[in-house]
């Protein structure tokens, strides 16, 4: 069990309802990022968090999504109020320390897929 | 904003065909680059990483990419494909952005190889 884990694999959700998808990362990964995948597309940035606190959110799209890691361990990624364009992959990776100079490369989980009826 | 190009998008090749997939990025300073391999029904993982000294970089499987500053450029290379290596190629650049250093990623290759 030393890779990053995911749960659910599969959320469907209605619009407007409330999700939280749940990111274990290696033990020890003092480095974590939140990820939003369309089909076609690379993954796109959304959250990075260096232990406790997010260090950079700018690619959150809006108020509607926010994320926590209050352990420095396993975090939760909350969006308010779905809406049928939240629904992609969603992954989320870690990494031993993060930053330019630390940065060895980011370990993925399998992420969590998303749909929004 | 940073931004990553992978100029081709579908690629087929038959087995034993050589393999250049290319990558572009647009920061002009310091950067780490890295590719990312996605094997169908598995993870994102990483294939090769770019931090600094040679600019010719061996990974996985008979895997290679080199950087050139000039060109903005970290183009991924394999003498000869095997069946194996179908799968969905990423190009990553952790650049500074907004105070951090962040990845930014290309939209993928998706390659095909026929055997």
């Known amino acids: 069990g030393a890779g990053v884990s995911q749960t659910p694999s599969n959320k469907v959700t209605e619009k407007g309802k409330y999700v939280e998808l749940r990111c274990d990362p290696i033990s020890g990964h003092t480095a974590l990022y939140w990820y939003r995948q369309s089909l076609g597309q690379g993954p796109e940035f959304l959250i990075y968090f260096q232990g406790t606190g997010a260090a950079d959110d700018s690619g959150l799209p809006n108020d509607r999504f926010f994320a926590v890691r209050p352990e420095g361990s396993v975090s939760t990624l909350k969006i308010q109020r779905t809406e049928r364009g939240d629904s992609a992959v969603y992954l989320c990776a870690s990494s031993l320390t993060g930053g330019l100079a630390g940065e060895k490369g980011q370990y993925f989980g399998p992420g969590t897929r998303l749909t929004v009826l | 904003a940073q931004s990553v190009s992978q100029h081709n998008h579908h690629v087929i090749l038959s087995e034993a065909a050589s393999l250049e997939l290319g990558c572009n990025y647009s920061?002009?300073?310091?950067?780490?680059l890295f590719w990312y391999v996605q094997y169908p029904g598995q993870h994102l993982q990483l294939l090769l990483k770019y931090f600094s000294g040679d600019p010719l970089v061996k990974g996985i499987k008979g895997f290679e990419a080199e950087f050139i500053k000039s060109k903005f450029s970290f183009n991924l290379r394999k003498p000869s494909v095997q069946w194996s290596d179908t799968a969905e190629y990423f190009c990553a650049v952790n650049a500074p952005s907004g105070g951090s250093y962040i990845p930014t990623f290309g939209r993928g290759t998706s390659l095909i190889v026929h055997p």
């Open positions: 920061y002009g300073g310091t950067v780490n």
